[in-house]
């Protein structure tokens, strides 16, 4: 038995009678996937900004990059394959076509999760008014909602 059968498994497991009222099976798995790579994110992000970065500038000779952005730059490629690799092992299970075509697919569609979060950010605290904690919860939800969207079917389309 290989990783993403485990986790299939232990995601089965969690999908119990109250929550199959609630919501289907793939939103759920998804669900899971999502906040699992969340969670590597944010302990990357941890481990890599005290004991790489040293919460220190990072000189590139060209330009400065302050600890946390650095941070950031470091942690995305890692996050982004992991997301891809859960994606489509575990979420939505579409092993039977080529990974390099997915890979690009869901390249584009974090770039558009990139756009859409700036967009929404800039709409709900620039025109709209509202303080920026609750915006960023609100944009989380539209982009959650597109990433599963897109990657049901566009990116991991059987």
Not at 120 to 138: D, H, N, Q, R, Y
Request: contains cysteine; aromatic residues 16%; hydrophobic residues 50%.
């Amino acid at each position: 038995m290989n990783v993403a059968q485990l986790l299939i498994r232990g995601i089965d497991l969690l999908y119990i009678p109250q929550i199959r009222k609630i919501v289907s099976r793939d939103i759920f798995g998804y669900g899971i996937c999502g906040g699992a790579n969340m969670v590597l994110d944010t302990l990357w992000y941890f481990v890599l900004y005290h004991y790489v970065v040293c919460e220190q500038f990072v000189d590139l000779g060209i330009v400065v990059m302050s600890p946390h952005i650095a941070t950031l730059c470091l942690v995305f490629p890692i996050t982004f394959f992991t997301g891809f690799w859960l994606n489509r092992n575990v979420a939505f299970r579409v092993t039977d076509i080529s990974s390099l075509p997915q890979l690009v697919k869901y390249a584009l569609t974090v770039v558009g999760s990139i756009l859409l979060n700036y967009a929404c950010m800039k709409f709900f605290v620039e025109v709209c008014g509202v303080w920026a904690t609750p915006s960023k919860i609100l944009t989380t939800a539209a982009c959650a909602v597109y990433s599963f969207l897109v990657g049901r079917y566009f990116t991991f389309k059987g």
